[in-house]
C-alpha cells in the first residue's frame, strides 16, 4: 500500500511538473542569468527549484525551469493629437500651475502654445492659448517579453524592480537610456508579466538591493532585521535564499538601504500657491525677557554679546520675521503669536494652560527638549504641527516635524556619495580610540579599504591622539585616494591633516572626508589651507550661502543690520518661509509634506518623509567641501 501511494505522488508530481516546467540541460558557456533571460524568467525562479545549482551548476546539469508568466496581450497605448486651442485672458493670481490643472494640460504644453512663457512669467492680463488635445488608443505587441510601464509617483528603481520580480541591473538593461532619477510620468519597458503577478508597493516601506557576497548576518548589521524578521517580509526568502540584485522589502524607519533617500528635484512652491487664508502660527522661543532690563540698553547689549543663547533666539527671530515679510509679498498672510519660554518647562506649561493653539496650522519650538515635548503631546491630539527648528526632540509624535537630518542620515549621505566616486581608488580610514564603531561600519562598506588606528599609552591604554608617520608610507599611489577621519579630538585632526597634505602633490590626489563634522574640524590649532588642499568633504544639515549670487534676503539683511547673516538667522529665514509655502498649497502642513516635495532656501533645504509610527524628518541632506578657503556644496 505505501508502495503505491508513493507511485501515485510521483505521477503526481511528474505530471504537475510536465505541465509546469521545463527541463534544460546546461551547455557549455551559459549561466544561470543567460538561461533565465532566453526562457523569460529570473535567476530567483530558478534557483527555487533548483537550490543546488547555487553550489554545483556545471555543463550537462539538468535544471527544471519554470514556465514563464510573461503574456503575449496586446498593450493599449495612449497618444494626443492637438485639435485647436481655446484662448484664455490671465486673471489675478493664475499660475501655470493653476492653468494646467485647470484645462488638464501640463505646463509644458502651455508653454509650448506660447513661446514667450519661456523667457518671461505669467501676468496678469496676459491672453494666452490653451491647447486641447483629443486621445488616441492604439494597441500593440511587445514581441510576447515586454510592456511599457508608467512610473508613479515616489517609484524608483529599486520598487519598479521589485514590483516585477527582477533585478535594478535588469530594469537597466531592459531601458538602456533610463534616467538616474526616475519622474513620475517617465515610461519604462518591463516583464509583461499579468497584472495579478506584479508585487504591491507599499509606500510605508523602503526597497533594498542586495549586493554581491551580502549575507543575513551583514543585513542584520546594516538594517537590524534578523533573518526571521526579513523572511517574514520576503516570504520568497526562505526557498530562495539571499541572492545578488534581488530587491528586498523592508520597513521605511530602517536607515542605511541603498533606496534612502533618493534625489528629487526642487520643487519651486510659488507655482502651486491657491490657499491664501491667514496663516496662524505660534513661535515659542526662550527671549527670557524677565532677565533685560529695559531702561539699561548698554546693559541689554552686553548680555547679548555674553549670552549664546539669546544671540541665537534673537537671530532665529529676524529670520522669522523677514520670511513673513516676504510671504507677504506673495499674498500670503500670517497672525504670528510669540510666546516667551524662558527656557523653562514649567513656563511653556503656564503657556499651554494661558493660550489656545489648538486651531493653529503651526507652532515653531520650543527649544528645550522637556518643554518641546510637553507641547507635542498637548497638541497631538489636536493634530497641530509642531516644528523642532534647531533641536532635535526627545521623541517624534505623528505631529512632529524634525527640520534636523538625523546623524545616522548624515553619516549614510557621506558614505553613499564616497561611494558613487568612480574615480577614487582606494580608501583609508583613520579614526582614534573611541570611534572604533564608525571605523567598523566603514570596513563593511568599504571592504579593500586600510584602517589606522590613533596610537594608545602601553600604561594606561588611553588615547594619545596622534600616528606615527611610519604608519602611511607607502599608502598614497598614483590617482585618487578617499581618508575617512573619524574623531572629536582637535589635536588628532590637526596632526593627520598635516601629514597627509605632505603626501597630496603631482599625481597623488588625497581626498578627506569625515561622517560627523564637530568642533574638532575648527579648533585653533586646524590649519584651513589643508583642509581646502584636501578638498575635505563632509554631510551637513545646512550650506553656506553663495555671497556671489544676488539674494533678496541676504540684500536686505545686510542693508539693516550692516553684516551677512548668521546661519541662526537665515534658519530661522527658511523654516518660516518654508512652511507657509507650504500652508499655501495645501489645506494643512501635513499633505503638503509628502517625500516628493523638496524645497531649497538661502542655506537650508527640506524634504520630509513619514515615520511609520512617528511624525515626519526632514530627509535632505548636503555635502559640502573646503574649496579655495570657501565652504562650498558638493557634487
Given at each position: 500500500m505505501k508502495n503505491i501511494l508513493t507511485i501515485i505522488l510521483i505521477a503526481f508530481a511528474l505530471n504537475i511538473s510536465a505541465q509546469n516546467y521545463i527541463e534544460h540541460k546546461v551547455k557549455s558557456g551559459e549561466t544561470i542569468e543567460s538561461i533565465a533571460k532566453s526562457y523569460l524568467v529570473t535567476p530567483f525562479d530558478i534557483f527555487a527549484l533548483n537550490p543546488d545549482a547555487k553550489s554545483r551548476f556545471q555543463v550537462n546539469t539538468v535544471l527544471l525551469i519554470p514556465k514563464s508568466k510573461v503574456k503575449n496581450d496586446p498593450i493599449a497605448e495612449r497618444s494626443k493629437e492637438l485639435i485647436g486651442y481655446k484662448n484664455h485672458k490671465v486673471k489675478r493670481k493664475e499660475t501655470l500651475y493653476g492653468l494646467s490643472k485647470k484645462y488638464n494640460v501640463t505646463e509644458e504644453d502651455i508653454k509650448k502654445a506660447n513661446r514667450f512663457l519661456y523667457a518671461e512669467n505669467l501676468k496678469k492680463g496676459d491672453k494666452i492659448r490653451i491647447p486641447k488635445y483629443k486621445t488616441i488608443v492604439s494597441k500593440k505587441s511587445y514581441k510576447n517579453t515586454l510592456k511599457k510601464y508608467t512610473v508613479q509617483p515616489k517609484e524608483g528603481k529599486w520598487r519598479i524592480a521589485y514590483k516585477f520580480g527582477i533585478t535594478v541591473d535588469e530594469l537597466k538593461s531592459l531601458n538602456p537610456n533610463i534616467k538616474e532619477v526616475l519622474q513620475p510620468g517617465d515610461e519604462l519597458n518591463v516583464p509583461n508579466i499579468k497584472d495579478a503577478d506584479e508585487k504591491p508597493i507599499e509606500s510605508n516601506y523602503n526597497y533594498y538591493e542586495v549586493l554581491p557576497k551580502e549575507g543575513f548576518y551583514r543585513l542584520e548589521v546594516k538594517t537590524g532585521l534578523t533573518q526571521q524578521q526579513l523572511e517574514t517580509l520576503n516570504p520568497e526568502l526562505k526557498t530562495t535564499g539571499l541572492q545578488p540584485g534581488m530587491v528586498l522589502k523592508l520597513p521605511d524607519t530602517i536607515v542605511g538601504t541603498n533606496e534612502l533617500p533618493s534625489k528629487v528635484t526642487t520643487t519651486d512652491l510659488k507655482l502651486g500657491l491657491n490657499n491664501f487664508e491667514t496663516k496662524r502660527i505660534a513661535l515659542m522661543m526662550p527671549y527670557q525677557l524677565h532677565k533685560i532690563d529695559i531702561g539699561d540698553v548698554e546693559g541689554t547689549k552686553d548680555m547679548i554679546k555674553d549670552k549664546k543663547l539669546l544671540s541665537i533666539v534673537l537671530d532665529f527671530?529676524?529670520?522669522?520675521?523677514?520670511?513673513?515679510?516676504?510671504?507677504?509679498?506673495?499674498?500670503?498672510?500670517?497672525?504670528?503669536?510669540?510666546?516667551?519660554?524662558?527656557?523653562?518647562?514649567?513656563?511653556?506649561?503656564q503657556l499651554l494652560e494661558t493660550h489656545d493653539l489648538s486651531n493653529y496650522d503651526a507652532v515653531i519650538g520650543p527649544m528645550q527638549p522637556e518643554a518641546f515635548d510637553r507641547v507635542a503631546k498637548h497638541l497631538k491630539s489636536d493634530k497641530v504641527p509642531v516644528i523642532a527648528a534647531l533641536n532635535m526632540p526627545k521623541e517624534v509624535y505623528s505631529n512632529v516635524f524634525q527640520t534636523v537630518p538625523d546623524d545616522k542620515l548624515l553619516q549614510q549621505t557621506m558614505i553613499d556619495f564616497v561611494k558613487k566616486d568612480s574615480l577614487k581608488s582606494k580608501v583609508i580610514i583613520i579614526a582614534d580610540q573611541s570611534h572604533r564603531s564608525i571605523s567598523a561600519t566603514l570596513k563593511t562598506e568599504f571592504p579593500g579599504a586600510t584602517q589606522i588606528y590613533s596610537e594608545k599609552d602601553k600604561k594606561t591604554g588611553k588615547d594619545e591622539y596622534f600616528v606615527y608617520p611610519v604608519r602611511l608610507e607607502n599608502l598614497f599611489s598614483k590617482g585618487k585616494t578617499v581618508v575617512f577621519l573619524e574623531t572629536n579630538n582637535d589635536t588628532f585632526v590637526s596632526s593627520i591633516t598635516s601629514m597627509i597634505n605632505g603626501y597630496n602633490k603631482d599625481d597623488v590626489e588625497i581626498v578627506l572626508v569625515t561622517t560627523n563634522y564637530n568642533n574638532a574640524f575648527e579648533g585653533k590649532d586646524i590649519d584651513n589651507n589643508y583642509l581646502s588642499n584636501l578638498t575635505f568633504h563632509y554631510p551637513s544639515v545646512n550650506k553656506t550661502f553663495d555671497e556671489s549670487k544676488s539674494n533678496g534676503f541676504v540684500r536686505a539683511y545686510q542693508k539693516q543690520y550692516g553684516v551677512s547673516p548668521s546661519k541662526y538667522a537665515a534658519r530661522g529665514f527658511d523654516i518660516t518661509l518654508d512652511i507657509l509655502m507650504r500652508l499655501a498649497t495645501e489645506d494643512n502642513l501635513y499633505e503638503a509634506s509628502t517625500d516628493t516635495i523638496e524645497t531649497e532656501y538661502i542655506e537650508n533645504k527640506f524634504r520630509y518623509k513619514k515615520a511609520l509610527f512617528g511624525g515626519y524628518n526632514n530627509d535632505a541632506v548636503y555635502i559640502v567641501k573646503f574649496n579655495n578657503l570657501r565652504i562650498v556644496g558638493a557634487n
Open positions: 527671530h529676524v529670520g522669522v520675521s523677514m520670511a513673513l515679510d516676504s510671504a507677504k509679498q506673495l499674498g500670503i498672510s500670517t497672525h504670528l503669536k510669540v510666546l516667551d519660554t524662558r527656557y523653562q518647562a514649567s513656563t511653556t506649561r
